[in-house]
């Protein structure tokens, strides 16, 4: 349950006040009426309901004012519902530092178990397609809902020829696959490096903001990773990974190892196919208050009626 003005919920504090107020004016009444009440009155008064029981009204009344409160604080439910028809785009760093060891049998392989299970756990009625880059991005495979022409594609995809890391290159290429669609628009980046070819990462997430595209990004690599006939160590630019995801409306994730991996992908699968459902809440709350209102006027008009 959310609300859309919580500040109205202060109103609660009324309540006791109320309650306070309510039952000192009921004592001096009680009072009033003892000190000029005649011998048949009293003996009626003796014969009432215990106390605790003549309150039951005056709950019921204040329950009612709880609940109309409730209704002014805008209440909606929130629910994840599975749904379909998203298109999703994997963007797979091919760079030379994706063929370090330190997730087995390498980055890259790694990354496309992972991609490959990914893609299966996409539900029916969704579109995946792949882009690979390095200091270009290419189409491996576009939109599709055949599964196994996706797998297919990620399976042969190879080391990128390009030197360097087309970040910014490739968010646009795999937005520009989903920018006419009508469908959730998602993209799925994965990289171990630092952006330094091509357009700038900030340009492209503009773009994408303006596609309305979901961006998650997943970092990979460990400080151990060495690029294969270098020595040098592929540096992980997770700031600006973490910026991209946050200003799409996305999520940033990082994995040491094909397991943490294959569950990131798992998770942003669920995500994906989830889809949030709002509902309004004011209306049921007014009509459980005008009910408990109700109730309360039937009983203090009659078996809880005030003595005459």
């Known amino acids: 349950m959310e ?45 009432g309901k215990p106390v605790y029981e003549n309150y039951l009204p005056l709950a019921l009344r204040m329950l009612a004012v709880a609940l109309l409160v409730v209704a002014l604080a805008e209440p909606v439910s929130v629910m994840k519902v599975r749904s379909t028809g998203s298109d999703v785009v994997l963007a797979i760093d091919v760079s030379e530092s994706m063929s370090a060891t330190d997730l087995k049998p390498s980055r890259l392989e790694a990354a496309k178990s992972s991609a490959m299970a990914f893609a299966a756990q996409i539900g029916r009625g969704d579109r995946v397609g792949v882009v690979s880059f390095a200091g270009a ?7 599709t809902s055949d599964l196994g022409e996706v797998i297919d594609g990620i ?17 646009m290429s ?55 006939g270098t020595g040098s160590r592929a540096e992980l630019d997770e700031t ?37 459902v709002r509902k309004p809440m004011g209306a ?8 408990l209102l109700v109730l309360e006027f039937s009983l203090a008009a009659t078996r809880y009626r005030t003595l005459p």
Do not use: C, W
């Open 155 to 171: 399976r042969d995809i190879g080391l990128g020829k390009e030197p360097g890391t087309a970040l910014g290159d490739a968010i």
């Open 240 to 276: 600006t990974l973490r910026s991209i995801a946050a200003a799409t409306g996305g999520e940033y994730r990082y994995a040491s190892s094909e397991a943490e991996l294959r569950g990131i992908y798992s998770e942003i699968a669920r995500t994906i196919s989830e889809q949030e």
């Open 137 to 143: 991005p290419h189409v491996v495979v576009p939109l």
């Open 3 to 47: 609300f859309g003005a919580p500040e109205r919920l202060y109103l609660m504090l009324l309540i006791p006040g109320y309650l306070v107020f309510y039952i000192y004016t009921l004592r001096i009444k009680r009072t009033h009426v003892l000190r000029f009440a005649s011998l048949k009155m009293l003996q009626r008064v003796a014969e």
């Open 284 to 291: 049921v709350f007014v009509a459980a208050a005008m009910l």
């Open 174 to 228: 795999a937005v520009s696959m989903v920018s006419g669609s009508e469908r959730r628009r998602v993209v799925v980046l994965l990289s171990d490096g630092v952006s330094n070819r091509g357009v700038s990462p900030a340009e492209a997430v503009e773009y994408a903001k303006k596609m309305r595209v979901r961006i998650f990004t997943v970092g990979i690599g460990t400080p151990s990773g060495i690029i294969p």
